[in-house]
């Protein structure tokens, strides 16, 4: 076991990586209606009855203002034919959305089309953690289309083409 004074960054991002995850662009606007997006894996779901879902953005992340003062998000579950899109915002362009299709939704929050699923949210709550700001939302909405989902693995993306059947 590597203890976690001795901890080589490359090594310990390694071990993360083998955990599977899908990607999920979170997206939101500037009060002055800019939309503003980030590509994530740190998705996931905490409480079924309140519907609650949590990720966590970087401090540094220059889109964290527009989080912190909308108090809304919407969590874009991307399809396995968009992984254009997931480089895409998780570039540090200026104009993400700039050719992307979208629509503002029933919560104002940009929603972005042909994603596997989407949960329009409000901010249930915000935790500084380490270098991450941790944001729990309350699921307001969501959709889910037909459409298989984007998986990302060991810092590659793949698709589920291969599922094994259920085991249990
Ligand atoms: C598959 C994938 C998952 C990512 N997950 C996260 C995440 O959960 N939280 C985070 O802060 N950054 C994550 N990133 C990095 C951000 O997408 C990247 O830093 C981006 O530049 C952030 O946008 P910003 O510059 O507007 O903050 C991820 C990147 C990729 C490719």
Known sequence: MITYKEFNQHDYRNALGKFGTGVAIVSTKTTDDFPVGVTINSFNSVSLDPPIVLWSLNKRSPSLKAFDDTGRFVIHVLSKDQIGLSKRFSSQIEEKFAN?????????????????????????????????????????????????????????????????????
């Open 100 to 168: 992307v299709e979208y629509e503002f939704g029933q919560l104002g929050v940009p929603l972005i089309s042909g994603c596997s699923a989407i949960f329009e949210c409000t901010t249930w709550l915000r935790q500084e953690v380490g270098d991450h700001i941790l944001f729990l939302g309350l699921v307001e909405n969501f959709n889910s289309t037909e459409k298989e989902a984007l998986l990302y693995y060991k810092g590659c993306y793949a698709s589920g083409t291969e599922l094994e059947t259920n085991l249990i």
